[in-house]
């Protein structure tokens, strides 16, 4: 058997969601990938369809090809998203991720790609917050208590200190499930229902839903509020009114943003903002092209629809602690 035989035929291995969540520690996933961000990659442009479902519904396949420029490692995360599984009481979003060899091309593993999107999101969001966020917030509201939003108080303790939490979801059952899991872990955390009061008493709002109208509106964030928003990845998906986009510091973790979001084709078309007027990239702030927060009284938004560097940043390190482990 020749070596070309015996590689094709090999078994690949294949990492389950507890195996890719152990080896995805937010102090270890933060700092990968702010050395991402900060290095270069070729990171095209996502394949997107919409998918109709006999509900009403509109499915999503998403294909997110991502790789060093260096012959490091290639990725690429199938992903799809029902919204109409929350009625099955199932999970909205299912993924897996390759990873494959950039020099002979070799496929590595298969990781959980659940636990990739949803840890690298969150991951995204707090290594964005540790440059816009105040040194001083100490005050979460989680909006959106789903599986992503669930991960954020993790993500979010590790760049600042965090003393309390807030939760607020439109089903009250979810904001209550994620507060009792907190509290349980010793992590002091309440539930509101009142989303201004909450919004209006935050140091950092982040959003993590499937909205699709406007839920946090710029009167009432206070001064010095950094705004996060992951979960819009559509043009038809809106977590914020387009005064926030308008008149706070907005920060995107790609340009991609500009044709994946509501948050911003919205503020764009209604003639709010330009293109021009974001402040800049994830990818700015990591390689020091911009300092971040200027001033304590800014209001800083950070929008996020997702890219396949933080996924290749998570898979890589994920198949390096399994592969030692």
């Not at 507890?18 to 990968?32: M, R, V």
Request: charged letters at 20%.
């Amino acid at each position: 058997m020749t070596n070309e035989t015996a590689g094709a035929s090999a078994t690949i291995p294949v990492f389950g969601p507890e195996q890719a969540a152990a080896a995805l520690p937010y102090d270890q996933l933060i700092p990968a990938i702010r050395d991402a961000f900060a290095q270069d990659a070729k990171v095209p442009l996502r394949h997107h369809h919409s998918i109709s479902q006999a509900d009403g519904t509109e499915a999503t396949l998403l294909l997110m090809p991502s790789w060093q420029t260096n012959g490091g490692v290639i990725g690429v995360k199938i992903v799809t998203i029902f919204p109409g599984n929350t009625a099955r009481r199932l999970p909205g979003l299912h993924s897996t991720y390759m990873l494959c060899d950039g020099t002979t091309g070799e496929h590595l593993a298969l990781i959980d790609g659940n636990q990739i999107t949803g840890r690298r999101t969150v991951g995204v969001a707090a290594l964005a917050a540790s440059y816009l966020a105040r040194a001083d917030a100490r005050r979460l509201l989680i909006v959106g208590a789903g599986r992503i939003g669930s991960l954020s108080p993790y993500a979010f303790k590790c760049v600042r200190d965090i003393e309390d939490i807030t939760v607020w979801d439109r089903e009250r059952t979810s904001s209550e499930k994620l507060v009792a899991t907190l509290n349980a872990q010793g992590i002091a955390a309440q539930v509101t229902y009142d989303l201004e009061e909450a919004v209006r008493a935050a140091d950092i709002i982040s959003c993590a839903t499937l909205s699709t109208e406007p839920l946090i509106r710029f009167e009432w964030l206070a001064p010095g509020t950094h705004l996060d928003l992951i979960g819009s990845f559509t043009p038809h998906m809106r977590e914020a009114d387009d005064e926030c986009i308008a008149r706070g510091s907005v920060y995107i973790d790609s340009t991609d943003a500009f044709r994946e979001t509501g948050d911003l084709i919205g503020p764009i078309k209604a003639g709010r903002i330009k293109e021009s007027d974001i402040v800049g990239t994830l990818s700015d702030l990591c390689s020091g092209r911009l300092p971040g927060r200027k001033s304590e009284d800014e209001i800083t938004v950070f929008k996020a629809v997702g890219t396949g560097l933080s996924d290749l940043a998570a898979g890589a390190l994920a198949y390096r602690n399994l592969k030692g482990a």
